[in-house]
C-alpha cells in the first residue's frame, strides 16, 4: 500500500509539473488568451492542491493533526508559485518584515491612466491652439469645421474619424458596408440602440452621435486600439463645438 502511495505521488507531482511548463509554453505562444484565463487556471491550481491533501488525508487521517507542518509547508509551496508564475508579482524590498510587491496589472493599469491623462492634455492643446470657429452659415459648413477639429484631435492620437449620416436606410447600409469583414447584423442592432460598436481586432469603432438635431456615426480607426475613453472624449468636443458655435443670422440649414 505504501508503495503504491508514493508511487501515485511520484505520478502526482510530475503532472503538476508538466502543467505548469506547459502552461509557461502557452504564455509565451497565447499570452493574451491565456490571461483571460487566469481566474479559472488559478482556481484549477488550489483545487489540485486540495485533491493531493484530501488523497493524503485519506490514506491517513491523523497526517493532519501529526504532520500538520507537512501541509502548510505544501500550502505555502503553492501559494507562491500562484504568485510569483500566474500573478507574475515579483520581490522589490525586503526589510524589517516589509515585502512589497508589484504586478503585470497595476503595471499595466498605471500606463493606461498615463495615456488616458495625456488623451485629455491633447484635447485641451487641441482647443487652445485651433480654437473653435464662433459661426457657421450653413449645415454643410457645421459639419465641415466639426470635421476638422476631429481630425485634428485623432491625428494626435493616432486615429482618424470619418462623420457619416444614420438616417435612412441607404445611410445605415452604407455604414455597414464599410466594414465587409464585421458582423452587419450585430453593428446594425448596437447602433440602432444608440450604443458604441467596439472591435479590438479592426481597431475601430463606431459611434452614434446628435449632430444638428440629426443621427450620425463616427467611425474612428486607431493604429493601436480604440478605447472608451476615446469616444467620451470626441462626444466632449462634439459638445463643446456645438456649445460655442452659433449660426448666423440668416444662415441656411
Known amino acids: 500500500m505504501i508503495n503504491r502511495l508514493l508511487m501515485f505521488f511520484r505520478v502526482f507531482v510530475w503532472v503538476v509539473f508538466i502543467a505548469l511548463l506547459a502552461y509557461v509554453i502557452l504564455s509565451w505562444k497565447y499570452k493574451d488568451k491565456v490571461s483571460k484565463r487566469i481566474e479559472a487556471i488559478r482556481k484549477t491550481w488550489y483545487i489540485i492542491f486540495i485533491l493531493g491533501a484530501l488523497i493524503y488525508w485519506n490514506f491517513y487521517p491523523m497526517s493532519i493533526f501529526n504532520e500538520?507542518?507537512?501541509?502548510?509547508?505544501?500550502?505555502?509551496?503553492?501559494?507562491?508559485?500562484?504568485?510569483?508564475?500566474?500573478?507574475?508579482?515579483?520581490?522589490?524590498?525586503?526589510?524589517?518584515?516589509?515585502?512589497?510587491?508589484?504586478?503585470?496589472?497595476?503595471?499595466?493599469?498605471?500606463?493606461?491612466?498615463?495615456?488616458?491623462?495625456?488623451?485629455?492634455?491633447?484635447?485641451?492643446?487641441?482647443?487652445k491652439k485651433e480654437g473653435i470657429p464662433e459661426y457657421y452659415q450653413t449645415n454643410k459648413e457645421y459639419l465641415a469645421y466639426l470635421s476638422i477639429l476631429l481630425q485634428a484631435y485623432a491625428a494626435k492620437e493616432?486615429?482618424?474619424?470619418?462623420?457619416?449620416?444614420?438616417?435612412?436606410?441607404?445611410?445605415?447600409?452604407?455604414v455597414i458596408n464599410g466594414h465587409p469583414n464585421l458582423n452587419g447584423s450585430t453593428i446594425r442592432a448596437t447602433l440602432e440602440r444608440e450604443d458604441t460598436y467596439y472591435n479590438d481586432e479592426e481597431k475601430m469603432a463606431l459611434q452614434p452621435v446628435s449632430i444638428l438635431m440629426e443621427p450620425y456615426i463616427l467611425d474612428v480607426k486607431s493604429e493601436s486600439f480604440v478605447s472608451e475613453v476615446d469616444c467620451l472624449l470626441i462626444a466632449l468636443l462634439i459638445m463643446m463645438f456645438d456649445m460655442v458655435i452659433k449660426q448666423k443670422p440668416g444662415g441656411e440649414g
Request: proline letters at 1%; charged letters at 25%.
Open 68 to 127: 500538520w507542518k507537512n501541509f502548510l509547508i505544501m500550502a505555502i509551496v503553492f501559494i507562491l508559485i500562484d504568485m510569483f508564475v500566474f500573478l507574475s508579482m515579483y520581490i522589490s524590498k525586503i526589510g524589517d518584515n516589509e515585502l512589497s510587491y508589484a504586478t503585470k496589472a497595476v503595471a499595466e493599469s498605471d500606463k493606461l491612466l498615463t495615456d488616458n491623462r495625456e488623451k485629455v492634455k491633447n484635447m485641451f492643446h487641441l482647443l
Open 158 to 174: 493616432g486615429m482618424n474619424v470619418k462623420i457619416l449620416p444614420f438616417k435612412t436606410e441607404q445611410d445605415k447600409q452604407l
